[in-house]
């Protein structure tokens, strides 16, 4: 017997997988195809690491299912959204392509209604961006599912452009492509999470207000009215991506640091260029900003660089060595309002002691309250399948498990 025509036997199947956040550091920002979702650059980022951050998907599909359904984080959603109907007609049609569109008894399967349960470990109220890891997480289910092994990080696109990029740990390109029908619009990863052993990554937390603009909508008016964004995606970005990608290779952080603070203030530059314009960072951001550069300048070189993507949250990228004292700079910068128990979460962050010329160089007018938390987090794998049957978010009846 054939396996896949076994599967197709099953009253029920399933899958389960997760996948992780990532942050760029030459920004997408556009589209020259909208629905296709291909950008008018290309973009990098980091993936950052599961235990921290991550999504978690599991794809049933059943010939006792009535109708596709889709629980977000217990609730259930709307499974006729445009991007998650195209990842599933692109799954299915290479699930088709695959078993050769022969009647095949396993070409059964594809015809049964699915039921997909996702959730974030992290709170999606925190604003961290969630689509990315969302679709990345719902391609990577949905292939298990349907048993495909090739590279999706085409159809990953599809949900969302950045989650492209998620199809990959450690350091990943989204090559832009030429060809209108985007089948070279992909991610291709750039060195592995093991590349770079020291780098970290504390995700500031300063809101947990949703964005003014979305950034479909955001990046499209962009599109339309900026002149900066058009240079930008013309000539700035192939240089500084091919200056990147050889800084990521040296693991020189000086280079990188600066990079990514230039590239993400271009990005909200080209924010600002938009017409009407569009704000991101907020008072905020603008004292994290102002505050790693005046720790760099006390240390006479990058320690630490910034990086906003359409929101007020800073990720800031330091090397180890670094995390203890930025740390407390950030706590003493921002004093938590409660008794600050949980102020830092994720991987543990030594304590340190500020040097008073670091103190009188480098705090300012403490702003308390301001920085909801700090996670601290380092570059991770991409995708993951979860094999223990206990995980999944599906109960053998097809719909979510009571949540502990
Ligand atoms: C600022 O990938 O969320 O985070 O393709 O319309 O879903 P859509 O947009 P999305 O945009 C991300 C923009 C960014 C920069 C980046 O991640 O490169």
Not at 85 to 102: I, M, N, P, S, T
Not at 111 to 139: D, M, Q, R
Not at 362 to 387: E, R
């Amino acid at each position: 017997v054939r396996p896949a025509a076994m599967a197709a036997e099953r009253a029920l199947a399933m899958a389960t997988c997760t996948a992780p956040v990532n942050i760029a550091v030459i920004k997408y920002w556009g589209k020259r195809d909208t629905d296709l979702i291909l950008p008018i650059n290309s973009s990098l980022s980091v993936t950052l690491h599961q235990d921290q951050l991550k999504t978690t998907t599991t794809a049933a599909a059943s010939r006792d299912f009535t109708e596709d359904r889709l629980w977000l984080n217990g609730k259930e959603a709307d499974v006729g959204h445009p991007r998650v109907q195209a990842c599933l007609r692109e799954v299915r049609r290479l699930a088709r392509k695959r078993r050769g569109g022969g009647e095949d008894a396993a070409a059964l399967s594809l015809s049964y209604k699915i039921h997909i349960a996702s959730e974030n470990n992290f709170p999606t109220a925190a604003g961290l961006a969630s689509s990315a890891a969302g679709y990345a997480c719902l391609v990577s289910a949905l292939a298990r599912l349907y048993g495909l092994e090739e590279e999706l990080s085409e159809v990953a696109r599809r949900g969302s452009g950045s989650a492209c990029r998620s199809m990959f740990g450690g350091f990943v390109q989204w090559q832009r492509g030429e060809r209108p029908d985007g089948t070279d619009s992909l991610a291709l990863q750039v060195a592995p999470e093991t590349h770079w052993p020291e780098l970290r990554v504390l995700v500031l937390v300063v809101s947990g207000e949703k964005k003014p603009v979305g950034s479909t909508a955001g990046m499209q008016t962009s599109v339309e009215t900026s002149p900066l964004l058009k240079h930008r995606a013309e000539v700035v970005v192939p240089e500084r991506l091919a200056q990147m990608m050889q800084h990521i290779r040296d693991r020189d952080f000086e280079g990188f640091g600066q990079l990514a603070m230039r590239d993400s203030n271009q990005f909200h530059a080209t924010c600002l260029d938009t017409f009407p314009p569009i704000f991101y960072l907020t008072d905020v951001s603008r004292h994290i900003i102002a505050l790693a550069h005046r720790y760099n300048a006390h240390h006479g070189h990058t320690k630490v660089a910034y990086s906003f993507d359409a929101g007020p949250n800073a990720v800031i990228f330091a090397l180890a060595d670094t995390v203890a004292e930025f740390v407390e700079v950030v706590r003493r910068s921002f004093p938590p309002a409660t008794n600050g128990d949980q102020f830092v979460r994720g991987l543990p962050v030594g304590s340190a002691v500020l040097p008073p010329e670091l103190e009188a160089a480098v705090l300012s007018q403490p702003v308390p309250g301001a920085v909801q938390y700090i996670l601290h987090t380092k570059p991770g794998p991409g995708p993951q399948l979860v094999d223990d049957p206990s995980q999944h978010l599906l109960g053998p009846d097809g719909l979510p498990r009571s949540r502990a």
